[in-house]
């Protein structure tokens, strides 16, 4: 069965830096998703995306967020000064339109020291 | 604008015991509801859900639920609970707009299951 697949599995970086967390939706899915889950807390969502452009954000997406379907395969999230307080692990999902289900990947867990 | 409350962040059950996951939904339009499952540093994993049609609806590993608009709520129920059910189980809703709406999760509730 296609899958959405996400990497890395674990990203570690510095306060203020930059990164780049990576998704392949399932191939005939016209609708994608990034949600975020801090440890033990809520699954949040953060951004959804369809035709090319963000059709719905989240307070938590200011502006040090972004993303992007660069190549019609891969749909990344952009974290561009990491915070402290970013470190969760992050889904991306997909489904194919209509009133179909999400597929999520199995997570980026991102620790910002 | 759609919530979801789901009662209960722990619930521990023996093996072989009814489980019961109790969760209540706000939404403004009609609800398309949902019911994931999540196993320690794993994904989140469909495991039923309702959109039109019969109200009570079966999913994967023996779980089922049953949408009761009069009572907004979805509870996730299985007859005979298993160890491998063992997990964090979240509820979600979506309210179709027409667009890429999106899902807002319940807080989740853990279950136990204890020989």
């Known amino acids: 069965e296609p899958e959405v697949t996400q990497t890395p599995s674990h990203q570690v970086t510095q306060m203020g830096q930059e990164v780049i967390l990576r998704c392949v939706p399932i191939?005939?899915?016209?609708?994608f998703y990034w949600y975020r889950q801090i440890l033990g807390q809520k699954v949040e969502f953060l951004v959804s995306?369809?035709?090319?452009?963000?059709?719905?954000k989240s307070e938590i997406f200011d502006d040090q967020f972004s993303v992007e379907r660069p190549d019609g395969s891969n749909f990344t999230l952009k974290i561009r000064s990491t915070k402290l307080e970013d470190s969760a692990m992050y889904f991306c999902a997909s489904r194919p339109g209509g009133n179909s289900p999400l597929h999520f990947g199995n997570g980026t867990r991102l620790t910002v020291t | 604008a759609q919530s979801v409350t789901q009662l209960g962040s722990h619930v521990s059950v023996s093996e072989g015991a009814l489980v019961l996951l109790r969760c209540n939904y706000s939404?403004?339009?009609?609800?398309?509801l949902f019911w994931y499952v999540q196993y320690p540093n794993q994904g989140l994993q469909l495991l039923l859900k309702?959109?039109?049609?019969?109200?009570l609806v079966k999913g994967i590993n023996g779980f089922e639920a049953e949408f009761k608009k009069s009572e907004t709520s979805f509870h996730l129920t299985k007859p005979s609970a298993h160890m491998s059910d063992a997990a964090e189980y979240f509820c979600?809703?979506?309210?179709?707009?027409?667009?890429?709406?999106?899902?807002?999760f319940g807080t989740g509730t853990r279950l136990q299951v204890t020989l």
């Open positions: 979600a809703v979506r309210g179709y707009t027409g667009t890429a709406s999106k899902l807002t």
């Open positions: 309702y959109t039109t049609g019969a109200t």
């Open positions: 191939s005939n899915h016209l609708y």
């Open positions: 939404s403004s339009v009609p609800p398309y």
């Open positions: 995306f369809y035709n090319n452009e963000i059709s719905e």
